[in-house]
């Protein structure tokens, strides 16, 4: 099949999209399917593998993002469809990450050239609106919005069943398929002992320190700002526990100055930005992975923790809810500071129940391994890749037809 992949936000950022993206580029087109990825262009920039075509940029919603404090990395585009018309042309299907202004304009394209339409959506939008001004209108234009999204998808994916029940809340009522993101399972093994060894000598985690690790980026829709405050109690009264912050972002200066302004900025170590490939490593330097994100869909980031059998501790939401499995590979707590921390001291007091979740972290994301999701996709690309050749097939001669009667009707 001929298969075109839309996303807003593409290297040389990296985010969970991005990853998403790529792995199933390359994951399709190991088995033998041709791909193709929309995306802005980004200045200076240069792609290095093939079938990826870039818009021109227009703009970019950079000032609004750092009021916000959040780092999508989304451009605007010119999003001229025609300019890559002999591409499009030879597509089976159109599969969209985001529909924004680079999405919806070539699913606009797409509808009228009979060319089938999927969108994954994986954004929580819920948690978004309490971040944004106008929260009651925010409600009502994304409800317009998914109401044309459902207009000009053939289908719609969500990665976890508690997002498609928001989806049918905000107005979609066609056919929503749930496929989980997938990761590759066997990047997830236990680095050399050197390497460990030299990663706790750098960031100064040896000594039978405890680790708690989140890996992301640093962005107020993370929730960090709680995430540091609920465990405060913890980090000032125990001086055997560190926690270990994985990537960089829009607010890592304020989460320094809060671990100052806290007298934690010995139990809480940054790392700046971290290469994806070498991301792997920093699992295995810790006991539990830690997150009070609500505003996730199907984090990567815990799919990479327990594959490498580490714990999750997370509040219970969209996302780690789908994930997680309270006990069994991790805990959820209620989105307080008290009940998070509590889960947190309970995983490291109690030897027994680490052990086992951590046995079962690994265990669990057999379901999501990057070949399965591969395999689901495929299967539903084929179904209206095929729905959508017919319904082409029958609209020639019915053009036909009324062209014909047409001219019959207008001779004397």
Same mark, same amino acid.
Request: charged fraction near 25%; hydrophobic fraction near 40%.
């Given at each position: 099949?001929?298969?075109?992949?839309?996303?807003?936000?593409?290297?040389?950022?990296?985010?969970?999209?991005?990853?998403?993206?790529?792995?199933?580029?390359?994951?399709?087109?190991?088995?033998?399917?041709?791909?193709?990825?929309?995306?802005?262009?980004? !200045?200076?920039?240069?792609?290095?593998?093939?079938?990826?075509?870039?818009? +021109?940029?227009?703009?970019?919603?950079?000032?609004?993002?750092?009021?916000?404090?959040?780092?999508?990395?989304?451009? &605007?585009?010119?999003?001229?469809?025609?300019?890559?018309?002999?591409?499009? $042309?030879?597509?089976?299907?159109?599969?969209?990450?985001?529909?924004?202004?680079?999405?919806?304009?070539?699913?606009?394209?797409?509808?009228?050239?009979?060319?089938?339409?999927?969108?994954?959506?994986?954004?929580?939008?819920?948690?978004?609106?309490?971040?944004?001004?106008?929260?009651?209108?925010?409600?009502?234009?994304?409800?317009?919005?998914?109401?044309?999204?459902?207009?000009?998808?053939?289908?719609?994916?969500?990665?976890?069943?508690?997002?498609?029940?928001?989806?049918?809340?905000?107005?979609?009522?066609?056919? *929503?398929?749930?496929?989980?993101?997938?990761?590759?399972?066997?990047?997830?093994?236990?680095?050399?002992?050197?390497?460990?060894?030299?990663?706790?000598?750098?960031?100064?985690?040896?000594?039978?320190?405890?680790?708690?690790?989140?890996?992301?980026?640093?962005?107020?829709?993370?929730?960090?700002?709680?995430?540091?405050?609920?465990?405060?109690?913890?980090? $000032?009264?125990?001086?055997?526990?560190?926690?270990?912050?994985?990537?960089?972002? +829009? &607010? !890592?200066?304020?989460?320094?100055?809060?671990?100052?302004?806290?007298?934690?900025?010995?139990?809480?170590?940054?790392?700046?930005?971290?290469?994806?490939?070498? *991301?792997?490593?920093?699992?295995?330097?810790?006991?539990?992975?830690?997150?009070?994100?609500?505003?996730?869909?199907?984090?990567?980031?815990?799919?990479?923790?327990?594959?490498?059998?580490? +714990?999750?501790?997370?509040?219970?939401?969209?996302?780690?809810?789908?994930?997680?499995?309270?006990?069994?590979?991790?805990?959820?707590?209620?989105?307080?500071?008290?009940?998070?921390?509590?889960?947190?001291?309970?995983?490291?007091?109690?030897?027994?129940?680490?052990?086992?979740?951590?046995?079962?972290?690994?265990?669990?994301?057999?379901?999501? $391994?990057?070949?399965?999701? *591969?395999?689901?996709?495929?299967?539903?690309?084929?179904?209206?890749?095929?729905?959508?050749?017919?319904?082409?097939?029958?609209?020639?001669?019915?053009?036909?037809?009324?062209?014909?009667?047409?001219?019959?009707?207008?001779?004397?």
């Amino acid at each position: 099949m001929n298969i075109g992949l839309v996303t807003e936000s593409y290297l040389p950022h990296v985010n969970g999209v991005v990853n998403l993206v790529q792995a199933l580029k390359h994951g399709l087109e190991a088995e033998g399917h041709t791909v193709h990825v929309f995306a802005p262009r980004e !200045k200076g920039y240069r792609d290095r593998e093939p079938n990826v075509h870039r818009f +021109p940029m227009f703009g970019s919603f950079g000032a609004a993002e750092r009021l916000m404090g959040v780092e999508l990395g989304w451009k &605007i585009p010119l999003p001229n469809p025609s300019r890559f018309r002999h591409v499009l $042309a030879t597509l089976d299907v159109l599969h969209m990450h985001h529909m924004f202004v680079l999405g919806m304009a070539l699913s606009f394209y797409a509808k009228q050239h009979g060319i089938p339409v999927l969108f994954t959506n994986h954004t929580n939008y819920r948690e978004f609106e309490s971040i944004l001004p106008a929260r009651g209108l925010n409600t009502y234009v994304l409800r317009a919005w998914f109401w044309a999204v459902s207009r000009l998808c053939t289908r719609v994916i969500s990665p976890g069943q508690k997002m498609k029940e928001q989806l049918r809340d905000y107005g979609i009522h066609g056919p *929503i398929d749930v496929i989980p993101n997938g990761i590759s399972l066997r990047k997830f093994t236990p680095p050399a002992a050197e390497q460990l060894a030299e990663l706790k000598e750098r960031w100064d985690l040896g000594r039978g320190r405890k680790v708690l690790v989140y890996v992301g980026r640093l962005s107020k829709e993370k929730n960090l700002d709680f995430l540091v405050r609920s465990l405060h109690p913890l980090l $000032a009264s125990r001086q055997d526990v560190r926690l270990l912050f994985v990537g960089g972002g +829009p &607010i !890592k200066r304020h989460l320094e100055a809060l671990a100052r302004h806290l007298s934690l900025e010995h139990s809480i170590v940054f790392t700046g930005y971290v290469p994806y490939l070498e *991301i792997e490593r920093y699992y295995f330097l810790a006991d539990l992975f830690v997150t009070a994100s609500l505003s996730e869909v199907f984090p990567l980031t815990v799919i990479e923790a327990l594959s490498s059998s580490l +714990p999750v501790i997370a509040i219970d939401a969209v996302g780690t809810g789908d994930i997680v499995a309270d006990g069994y590979n991790g805990l959820l707590t209620r989105p307080s500071a008290e009940a998070f921390r509590r889960g947190v001291e309970r995983a490291l007091d109690d030897p027994d129940l680490l052990a086992g979740m951590s046995v079962n972290a690994k265990k669990s994301v057999d379901r999501l $391994a990057v070949e399965l999701c *591969i395999e689901r996709h495929v299967e539903l690309y084929a179904s209206v890749a095929r729905r959508g050749r017919a319904g082409r097939r029958l609209a020639v001669p019915g053009a036909l037809d009324r062209r014909r009667l047409s001219a019959e009707e207008s001779r004397p």
